[in-house]
């Protein structure tokens, strides 16, 4: 039995083999050693498993099952080899039992499905790519079934229509959606002309969606015939918008192209590989003289190039692309140049002028020059404004270096300042400026103005007003100048005060000239005092000589007159009495007034002593012992303040002598004379007073002539006139001043400034 | 009304006072002279004598320059009292000075008939003595 079974295994022309239960080949037909690529001797009597390692325990797991009983049936199955490649197979794999009905073993049909299996992957790999494909390119398919006029559509046409998913498409309803008639009714024509002629469409329209998106649409068709008979017009239609799009884009781009091209403005100059110009535009004709004509295919660059800025051209090349100038073969021609700079070019007839040009390589794909592109523009004018800008920039450094000025802009938001050079110079800057802040320029401030500025400029953040502003800086090399501030505060629309720009001028030297001037003045106004002091001196000499002088000399002639007249001796020696009053008198004022232009013409200021008061007090006191003896008079000092001044000795017990010796002189008639004299600093100046308790003098009425030559304000036999007027003289003449206060019958305080 | 003209000498200096007594005397002419060293003397005599003004002087030489009441300050006075005394008084200032100060300042005064600088001179005062008489008579 089992040997018929293992002939008729052996002969079945499909896959099969015949196993025990031990997995031993007891038979296999010649396909499975086909199949399997093996030989008769390889298997039988091998176990299945030793022949194909590659069986996995599931599969193992399976054939036990089967030994059981189990029927095991795979309609297909990739069978990975051991080499790696993959077989596809199918199997039935059922027990088989023998004449006692036991499970003898396997019965395995296999069939080797792989070419099968491979197309049919192929198949299913480029209909995905043809779905990706049109899902990419965005083409629809199409279909009209002519015997019904039915419609049918992929998934892309929804897409393309922009309609929904359950649209219902027909032949005059997809042509709603064609934006001009026109080509509606080419449509219908076509497809008319397919039906009676079998004719293919190929047409371009202009489509618009259901969402009212425009779309240029490509639609191609054939129709399929059976027997003669079209049954099937069918085809394509791919949306071209994008295409189109594009391609008007560079239809723009090539105008555009074209407009520069022809620009009259726009220099555009192109060569071929031998240097030969063979473009030569409307602006080049315009900007340089030559016509086209003159310059195509004759001449080259260079006859409108200046020949220095060439050469420094191929220099600047060789060294961008670090070439070596010296290789022969070297040609800076071939390198990838993209160059703007400015060049001089020259006109037919021989002006020059400057354009900006940029010089592009056109190499083909081995790297060799084909030619190049030279574009450029006439900036005579920017290069104007330019130099004018820069000649302007100039004039203002020079107008700020004269006027040792500076300017400088404050960004107070971010607190930027951007300082001009000369301002760095201004204040010392040696080496690169740097930009800063308030802080920075507010350290410099000289700290006794520090307050001044502060203020000053929170003043003019408040009132958007900055007024003028003198301070002193320290430099960054330490010196002390003084610099004047204006500024123009600048506010945002929104009223905020967001900047300030202004100048700096170093204003120390006007400043100190400005002080020279006014201690000039102010030394002018002492000069001018002192001689309206002087004036007043010489008035008062005057009268003092019309009133003093002439009054003893209109005695004299009186008297002589009179003495004339005289009739007897008696007579004669009265009068000869009163001469001799009158030149008594006379003599005494003529003493007193060059005692007194001694004073004002001898420098008094050089002998001076550091004089002691009590000891001035002293020796006054003892010269008029007498007086002092016979009016009982009290004379006390107070110099604990001051006791001692430098002085004139002379002038100083002269003062002390007249202002003691009038104070008793006038006493009152009732008390004994009391006279105090003390000595103070007021507003750092000595001062000596002294106070008696006589008298008094009516200041109203005699006030204006106190201390004047000869006057008297009293009926006192012993008054001249002659003591307080040499006081005064002597006091004035060392740089000081005498005043009087007094009040009738209580007293006199005479103060002595020094 | 007598034919005495009353004469008035107001000045601080003797000596002048006697060259003026003696020069008035020496014209002979029908005179009373009085004399005042100071401005306040010669106030002060008025004052005392207002009620009878008859002993007031006809004419009155004042100084300029006198202690405890100058000629200036003393025309002041006058100026207050003058209302009240019905009798025609001429006043000539007499001073040494020849400050055009001074002279200015007599000569805005309404009251005084002239500035003379001393020394007068016997023919001046003789003259002003005669026509002061010839202005009484007419």
């Known amino acids: 039995m089992e040997k018929h079974h293992q002939i008729f295994i052996e002969q079945t022309p499909t896959a099969i083999a015949m196993l025990d239960t031990n997995m ?62 993959i077989q596809w197979i199918y199997w039935d794999v059922r027990p088989w039992y023998n004449l006692d009905g036991e499970i003898g073993g396997l019965l395995m049909h296999t069939g080797d499905i792989t070419d099968q299996k491979e197309k049919e992957l192929e198949k299913k790999r480029v209909e995905s790519i043809l779905n990706d494909t049109s899902e990419i390119a965005r083409i629809s398919t199409w279909e009209i079934n002519l015997s019904t006029q039915e419609l049918l559509w992929n998934k892309m046409a929804y897409k393309i229509y922009e309609v929904a998913d359950d649209f219902r498409p027909t032949v005059d309803g997809a042509l709603e959606f064609f934006k001009y008639d026109e080509d509606r009714q080419a449509a219908k024509i076509a497809i008319q002309n397919a039906i009676d002629y079998g004719s293919a469409v190929d047409m371009d329209v202009e489509m618009l969606t259901a969402k009212g998106n425009t779309v240029w649409a490509k639609i191609l068709g054939k129709v399929e015939s059976i027997s003669g008979v079209p049954i099937r ?115 037919k007839d021989g002006t020059t002028f400057p354009v900006l040009s940029t010089i592009t390589a056109v190499n083909n794909e081995k790297g060799i020059n084909e030619g190049f592109i030279a574009v450029a523009t006439d900036i005579s004018k920017i290069k104007k404004v330019k130099d004018e800008l820069h000649r302007k920039n100039d004039l203002l450094n020079l107008a700020e270096k004269i006027s040792l000025m500076g300017h400088w802009h404050w960004n107070i938001v971010e607190d930027i300042a951007i300082w001009s050079e000369n301002l760095y110079a201004l204040l010392d800057h040696v080496g690169e400026p740097y930009t800063i802040d308030f802080e920075t320029y507010f350290n410099m401030v000289h700290d006794d103005d520090k307050e001044l500025v502060l203020q000053h400029f929170e003043k003019a953040k408040e009132v958007q007003v900055f007024g003028n502003l ?48 006014i201690d000039a003045k102010e030394e002018l106004e002492v000069v001018a005092q002192k001689l309206s002091y002087q004036n007043k001196q010489l008035a008062d000499f005057t009268h003092i000589t019309s009133h003093n002088l002439r009054a003893p000399v209109a005695n004299l002639n009186s008297l002589m007159e009179i003495y004339k007249l005289s009739e007897n001796d008696e007579e004669r020696r009265d009068i000869f009495g009163k001469f001799d009053m009158v030149i008594d008198r006379l003599t005494l004022t003529l003493n007193t007034l060059i005692e007194a232009l001694k004073t004002k013409i001898s420098d008094a200021q050089e002998e001076l002593e550091n004089i002691d008061l009590n000891e001035i007090l002293e020796n006054t006191t003892q010269t008029l012992s007498g007086v002092i003896l016979t009016s009982g008079a009290v004379v006390k000092g107070d110099f604990t303040e001051v006791s001692n001044i430098t002085y004139n000795k002379i002038y100083m017990e002269s003062i002390f002598l007249n202002l003691i010796g009038n104070a008793i002189k006038y006493k009152a008639k009732d008390r004994a004379p009391e006279i105090i004299v003390r000595s103070k600093v007021k507003n750092g100046r000595n001062i000596i007073t002294f106070r008696d308790n006589g008298l008094g003098i009516d200041l109203d009425k005699h006030g204006h002539k106190l201390f004047g030559l000869n006057k008297v304000f009293h009926r006192h036999p012993d008054a001249k006139g002659v003591g307080l007027f040499l006081t005064k003289t002597q006091v004035e003449a060392m740089g000081g001043n005498i005043t009087a206060t007094s009040e009738v019958n209580v007293g006199t305080t005479f103060t002595i400034i020094f | 009304m007598n034919d005495v003209l009353k004469t008035c000498i107001v000045d601080d200096d003797s000596i002048y006072r006697f060259t003026m007594v003696k020069a008035l005397e020496s014209t002979k002419f029908p005179m009373e002279i009085m004399a005042f060293s100071d401005g306040e003397e010669a106030i002060n005599f008025m004052l005392d004598n207002l009620e009878k003004d008859s002993v007031f002087p006809d004419v009155i030489f004042l100084d300029i320059d006198m202690p405890i009441m100058d000629g200036f300050q003393f025309m002041e006075e006058y100026v207050k009292i003058k209302p009240r005394v019905g009798k025609k008084i001429t006043i000539y200032m007499v001073s ?34 005669e026509e002061l008489l010839e202005d009484r008579r007419s």
Not at chain 1, 78 to 85: E, K, Q, V, W
Not at chain 2, 103 to 128: H, M, Q
């Open chain 1, 24 to 85: 031993v080949y007891l038979a296999v037909s010649k396909r499975w050693l086909k199949d399997y690529k093996l030989t008769y001797e390889d298997v039988v009597g091998h176990c299945h498993y030793d022949i194909f390692p590659e069986i996995g325990d599931d599969w193992k797991k399976d054939h036990q099952e089967c030994l059981k009983g189990a029927v095991n049936i795979c309609e297909e199955a990739p069978f990975p080899r051991a080499d790696g490649s």
């Open chain 1, 470 to 517: 003198t301070h002193r800086i320290i430099t960054f090399a330490g010196n002390v100048k003084t610099i004047q501030i204006l500024a123009n505060v600048i506010s945002n629309d929104k009223g905020e005060t967001v900047e300030m720009i202004g100048t700096c001028q170093d204003v120390t030297e006007s400043k100190k000239a400005e002080q020279r001037l």
């Open chain 1, 233 to 347: 017009f069918y085809g394509i239609l791919q949306d071209v918008s994008k295409i189109r799009l594009t391609e008007q884009l560079l239809n723009k781009a090539d105008k555009e192209l074209e407009a520069i091209f022809n620009s009259s403005s726009i220099v555009v100059i192109t060569t071929d590989k031998d240097g030969i110009i063979n473009r030569f535009n409307n602006g080049a004709e315009k900007l340089l003289g030559y016509t086209a004509a003159e310059m195509i295919g004759l001449q080259k660059p260079e006859i409108y190039l200046s020949a220095e800025e060439l050469d420094q051209f191929k220099k600047d090349i060789i060294i961008e692309f670090g070439k070596d100038a010296t290789d022969i073969n070297y040609n800076y021609r071939n390198e990838n140049i993209n160059d703007t700079r400015q060049w001089t070019y020259k006109r």
């Open chain 2, 96 to 129: 040494s000075s020849l400050d055009p100060v001074d002279i200015e300042r007599a000569n805005k005064i309404s009251a005084i008939s002239d500035y003379i600088v001393k020394p007068i001179g016997l023919n001046r005062l003789k003259n002003i003595i």
